[in-house]
């Protein structure tokens, strides 16, 4: 068990710019959590799967963010057309059903 | 809609000066109460988790309880390795995704 790893951990763009993010879950995790979290604020949900079915994405997520699972494994978030409102640091997490949520280290978006 | 509110935003202590932390929460149905350390930047590291009211967990110097409204995290002796910022999240009963509050900044000082 190496954690939830995140890649890249750090990202700069240009504003209208379309980002990729990827997510590695623990393997036997079925549930794959994205979060954003801004300076001074708690995470904030975005979207999650089960296994590879997207059950619940945050009314606030603007549609320029999209998620994938495929074959319920890595998960990757796009952001297309970054603004720089987008930049924060984006979390994601695993567990199974009932268990509590494990954490990557986050990939830290910076638009200029 | 479920909302957490955390307080202080910030405590600085001495080393060995113990205080507790609060959590209050507001929750259609409470299926569960977590505690997560953060460390600058990392991802929140569990701690505990607190299904029921009356409910104690500990685990070194920390020690967490909760009631009907709040849960409180008491730091028992701290040193400066326990400076972070310790998030309070609440999950709703259906298997909701966790809300978070805003956390509370901890500084220890030697």
């Known amino acids: 068990d190496t954690g939830v790893s995140q890649n890249p951990r750090h990202k700069i763009t240009k504003r209208g710019q379309n980002v990729t993010f990827r997510c590695d879950p623990i393997?036997?995790?079925?549930?794959l959590y994205w979060y954003r979290q801004t300076l001074g604020q708690g995470p904030e949900f975005l979207t999650y799967?089960?296994?590879?079915?997207?059950?619940?994405k945050s009314r606030l997520l603007s549609d320029r963010f999209s998620a994938e699972r495929p074959k319920g494994s890595f998960s990757t978030l796009e952001i297309q057309r970054t603004e720089q409102g987008d930049s924060a640091m984006y979390l994601c997490?695993?567990?199974?059903?009932?268990?509590?949520?494990?954490f990557g280290n986050g990939t830290r978006l910076t638009v200029t | 809609e479920d909302q957490v509110t955390q307080s202080p935003e910030a405590l600085r202590l001495q080393e060995g000066e113990s205080s507790s932390l609060n959590c209050s929460y507001t929750v259609s149905g409470l299926r569960g109460l977590f505690w997560y350390r953060q460390d600058p930047g990392k991802g929140p590291e569990f701690l505990f988790t607190l299904y029921s009211a009356g409910e104690e967990k500990e685990k070194e110097r920390l020690k967490a309880t909760l009631t009907k409204k709040e849960s409180f995290l008491h730091i028992t002796a701290p040193k400066p390795e326990d400076s972070a910022t310790y998030l309070c999240a609440v999950q709703a009963s259906g298997n909701t995704p966790l809300v978070f509050g805003k956390g509370t900044r901890l500084s220890v000082i030697a």
């Open positions: 997490a695993s567990s199974l059903m009932y268990s509590p949520l494990h």
């Open positions: 393997s036997e995790h079925n549930r």
């Open positions: 799967f089960q296994n590879e079915a997207q059950l619940e």
